[in-house]
């Protein structure tokens, strides 16, 4: 069996300008933060990104490095709002498909089943619909029923961040909440999977074990690589931290903890705290 | 003791769940949620609550279940659930908005985004939660449509139930689903609720006066569900 295990590094390297990128995970919870940090430090440009938005997509919009969002909402959970996503929005620097959540699961899983929409109810009579023109909705050849046609989300990559892999791919989510992080990886062409651990051998029950290795394409071991995400159980979110952030100067932000590389950013947040 | 504001909101939450039976409640808010509490300890045993993340726990706090997210969504669709959201705005028709203030194309005001207000309210009964009473929320327009309103082509699922603020309790129930008032809550004058309603209500008459708790829903939500008096930081008085 392949050895798929790579660094972050290696996987920023397959990114490219304009590329369509998939982040796992939910608001503030269990998101590849060292996966996105790694793309803050590359020179790749222009993304699409679809994400349950969190600071994933407040650290990206900050560093100029969308175009376009895919997203349902964009929360820090415990800080309602991200300050960053907020601002770019508000300068009208952001072109946005903005959905239901139900509507983006949706998306994904019609990508995954290689089906160029699937119906769903949920868009009907909203704003969804009058701000994404380019949908269509589908009518019933059984009861006339009419429904929204969400399109496929097809993905070039997808990033998601579990608590356990192996080195081939096979990974396990050990907190109470899977989100979507095998839908994503079903959605895209090119699949990582960054982990705090990587084993030989699984525990615990067989449901956990979320990805198989035909759904990746690459294993990265980032221990506290979800911070200041949680990543249940083993470790919570870092409140303070996701404060700082949130309050924080972007600009002197980044200057004290992104300019090392994740190594650099792990030192300079167990100074700080 | 007497009663507070806080504690009519709560006990105003707990009877929107009245007849719902075996559900999955899904408050937003803290005074929401101690009105889904108060109501299965009360009326609506059978109501099934989550921990706000993803697991369904009993009244008195044991596992039962689980629900993540996705699971959330099959729940909606299936339509065995009753939603209190916020909102940002609100219409006399129902529309609500949490997605963003302005043109949604360059927001003077990035909010939430959609979230689940589409599917939640074409699919499952909803109602809403307003802790503070006041024209810019309750407005002619919304600018950006989450939920969707009763002027709305919504399906045969919609179906918003009430909406419940610092100052009064509403529905929909006039033969073209405008907003009107159900009750007034006690100690706040009716002109009041006019004047901060950015939309014409209907006049009909004195309307009620929104029941006080009763001794053992008091009892529950003092020594019980809410003891630190948390519910008088999202409404006072």
């Known amino acids: ?273 | 003791m007497a009663v507070t504001r806080a504690e009519v909101c709560v006990a105003a939450c707990a009877d929107l769940f009245a007849g719902d039976g075996e559900i999955l409640a899904s408050p937003m808010g803290f005074i929401p949620g101690l009105g889904a509490k108060l109501a299965r300890l009360t009326s609506e045993p059978d109501l099934v609550l989550s921990d706000g993340e993803a697991y369904l726990l009993t009244a008195d706090g044991r596992l039962e279940g689980w629900m993540p997210y996705r699971k959330v969504f099959d729940v909606v669709a299936h339509g065995t659930r009753h939603v209190v959201m916020g909102a940002n705005q609100l219409d006399r028709f129902g529309n609500q908005n949490i997605s963003a203030i302005g043109d949604h194309r360059k927001p003077t005001r990035q909010l939430l985004g959609f979230r689940g207000a589409p599917g939640n309210t074409v699919n499952n009964k909803t109602s809403y939660w307003i802790p503070r009473h006041s024209k810019r929320v309750l407005v002619d327009a919304v600018d950006v449509v989450s939920g969707v309103g009763y002027d709305k082509p919504a399906g045969p699922f919609h179906h918003i139930h009430r909406v419940v603020t610092n100052l009064a309790v509403f529905d929909f129930g006039t033969p073209d689903r405008r907003m009107r008032l159900v009750s007034v809550h006690p100690g706040v004058d009716v002109q009041e609720v006019y004047d901060q309603t950015g939309f014409d209500l209907p006049r009909d008459g004195e309307p009620a006066i929104t029941r006080e708790p009763t001794e053992q829903e008091l009892d529950l939500i003092r020594t019980v569900l809410d003891p630190d008096g948390n519910r008088d930081r999202e409404v006072r008085g």
């Open chain 1, 1 to 273: 069996m392949r050895d798929k295990r790579m660094t972050p590094a290696d996987v920023v390297a397959e990114l490219s300008d304009g590329m369509t990128i998939g982040i796992g995970g939910w608001g503030s919870r269990r998101k590849p933060m060292a996966l996105v940090r790694a793309i803050l430090d590359s020179p790749v440009r222009n993304l699409t990104i679809v994400s349950y938005g969190g600071p994933d997509v407040g650290l990206l919009a900050a560093a100029g490095k969308i175009r376009k969002l895919v997203f349902g909402f964009v929360s820090l959970d415990t800080v309602a709002y991200d300050p960053y996503f907020q601002k770019v929005r508000q300068q009208g620097d952001l072109d946005v498909t903005e959905l239901d959540e139900g509507m983006f699961q949706c998306g994904l899983l019609a990508a995954g089943h290689r089906l160029p929409f699937l119906p769903i109810r949920a868009g009907l009579g909203s704003d969804v619909m009058r701000t994404n023109p380019e949908l269509r909705t589908v009518r019933s050849p059984y009861d006339g029923e009419e429904l929204v046609a969400m399109p496929a989300l097809h993905l070039d990559v997808a990033l998601v961040h579990m608590n356990r892999a192996d080195k081939h791919g096979n990974a396990q989510y050990l907190g109470p909440d899977p989100y979507f992080d095998d839908l994503f990886c079903l959605a895209a062409k090119r699949r990582y999977v960054s982990c705090e651990k990587i084993v030989d051998t699984f525990e615990g029950p067989v449901q956990t074990l979320l990805l198989n290795r035909m759904m990746v394409d690459g294993v990265v071991e980032t221990p506290n690589g979800a911070h200041f995400t949680s990543c249940a159980p083993d470790y919570p979110r870092d409140e303070r931290f996701q404060r700082l952030y949130a309050e924080a100067n972007w600009d002197s932000f980044a200057d004290r903890f992104l300019t090392g590389g994740e190594p650099g950013y792990q030192e300079a947040v167990r100074a700080w705290r």
